[in-house]
């Protein structure tokens, strides 16, 4: 069952007479399961008795995307088309503007479905598309856990306002999803989806290579969940901070691109049983997660340094001509070469793999605060250096991520130099804390 709080119809247009088929324009959920928007198109095909197509619009100019990005989106969609191919669905891809690529493929459509993102560029194409087609546009909403307008009707404050709405629904839609199959399927095909070609041929950002160390896909997201439970979960709780070692799912690149539902790595975490680690996992991946989804929904600055809490700006303003030790521009901080060897391990992590670890993440935000000239350039730069070599990057996650060093979802602690009354962390704390001789080996490893 698809619960209707994820479905919203995007414009008020009628069902298409004599279609050909019901197209479901694939965006978000880069995924052939556990993909409520695919399951919705599939019912609706069936009650139509028509075949589906599913197009993928892919835009070489998607704000802040790369190489790496890219090459990684499209080892995804490789499988993913294969998979759409065995369930009987017709899988399109073309280069362009998503709203131009979808107008074309709905002409013969009946209706159109999609899915939604968290972000502004991708509600935008929304918007776009369901004023200027012609038949019906209907949205189903499946790469959150809870709906996000559900959930809360406004912006959380913190994870404490939001923990009780989200967990009081999660009986409603932490369920299985069952896939439907498909009456009228396409005639098989050997069509493969030439990804290096493709990737070849698009005019981007080529500055930021791809990422050896991670391989997108559904299968390989799969294989790392379950390496997860089957090893990492039992100590989740206690380690996942530690840098030293790699207690994290690393489901975040994949989360993003929507290759794996996070229903379904919800419920098999939930599956392994029932105990403070798997606690400690979904709160990460439902609490905190949705509330990066309800910021970037609810708030419009979402991705500037206005978003953040009024005490926060007073205060880091109060603070903005406190005389800096250290002055480090962008360019600077990318040579990863700054008087902090955690923090450079901590960057060259992330430029060499495309993912950085989470506490470190936090340490990284918070001595970019530190070493720039005003609070307002380093945000500026915290948010540029993650969404340029993060697989993750570009995400509610992202910005609630970097806008939390400044002290968005977090409260006032003791008020000092250059930080004001905004939380500081410091290398000291790390030493005291972590092996992070270790974390140094292990990122220095990550050359060989
Ligand atoms: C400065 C900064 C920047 C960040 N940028 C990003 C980003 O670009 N993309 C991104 O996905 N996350 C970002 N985060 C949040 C967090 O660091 C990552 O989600 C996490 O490290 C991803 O690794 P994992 O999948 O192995 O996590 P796991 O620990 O295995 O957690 C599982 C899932 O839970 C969610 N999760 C875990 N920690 C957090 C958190 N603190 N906030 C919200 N959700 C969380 C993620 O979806 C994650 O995939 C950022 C945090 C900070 C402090």
């Known amino acids: 069952m698809i619960q209707p709080e994820r479905i919203s119809e995007l414009n008020q247009k009628p069902l298409r007479e004599n279609a050909r088929y019901v197209l479901y324009w694939m965006q978000q959920a880069q995924r052939a399961e556990w993909n409520h928007a695919l399951e919705f198109a599939i019912m609706q095909a069936n009650d139509l008795a028509l075949p589906l197509q599913v197009s993928f619009a892919l835009t070489d100019n998607y704000p802040e995307a790369s190489e790496r990005h890219y090459a990684f989106m499209l080892e995804g969609l490789s499988e993913t088309a294969s998979r759409l191919r065995d369930r009987g669905a017709t899988f399109l891809l073309e280069t362009g503007q998503p709203t131009e690529v979808v107008i074309r493929h709905a002409r013969q459509a009946a209706l159109v479905v999609t899915d939604r993102g968290g972000t502004r560029v991708q509600a935008s194409w929304r918007v776009g598309l369901a004023k200027k087609l012609d038949c019906r546009l209907v949205q189903v909403e499946t790469d959150v856990v809870v709906p996000v307008e559900t959930a809360y009707p406004k912006e959380a404050y913190t994870a404490a306002v939001l923990r009780p709405k989200i967990t009081r629904f999660l009986g409603q839609f932490l369920t299985p999803l069952k896939p439907t199959a498909l009456h009228c399927m396409a005639p098989e095909s050997s069509f493969v989806l030439e ?20 391989l997108g896909g559904r299968s390989a997201a799969k294989q790392l969940l379950d390496n997860f439970i089957a090893t990492n979960l039992s100590c989740y709780a206690e380690q996942r901070n530690d840098p030293s070692t790699d207690f994290a799912s690393h489901m975040s690149p994949y989360l993003h691109f929507g290759q794996i539902s996070p229903l379904e790595i919800a419920l098999t975490v939930k599956g392994s049983g029932d105990n403070p680690n798997v606690s400690s996992y979904l709160e990460e991946l439902i609490v905190r997660r ?13 991705d500037t340094y206005e978003s953040l809490p009024n005490w926060a700006r007073a205060t880091l303003e109060k603070h903005a001509n406190d005389p800096r030790e250290f002055l480090y521009s962008q360019a600077d901080l990318e040579e990863a070469s ?80 250059i930080f004001g009354s905004v939380r500081y962390m410091n290398a000291a704390g790390l030493r005291r804390k972590f092996d992070m001789d270790g974390y140094l080996k292990r990122v220095a490893d990550l050359n060989r």
């Open 195 to 214: 990804t290096e070609h493709i990737l070849q041929s698009l005019n981007i950002d080529r500055a930021v290579s791809r990422s050896h160390h991670i």
């Open 290 to 302: 949705e509330l990066s989804w309800n910021f970037t929904h609810y708030n419009s600055n979402y």
């Open 338 to 417: 700054t008087h902090d060897p955690y923090w450079n391990a901590a960057q060259r992590e992330m430029m060499l793999t495309g993912k950085m670890h989470n506490y470190m993440r936090m340490y990284w935000g918070k001595k970019i605060l530190e070493w720039s000239a005003s609070p307002q350039e380093a945000f500026h730069t915290t948010l540029a250096l993650n969404n340029k070599w993060c697989l993750d990057g570009r995400d509610p996650n992202s910005f609630a991520g970097v806008a939390w060093c400044y002290g968005k979802h977090d409260r006032p602690w003791g008020e000092r130099e």
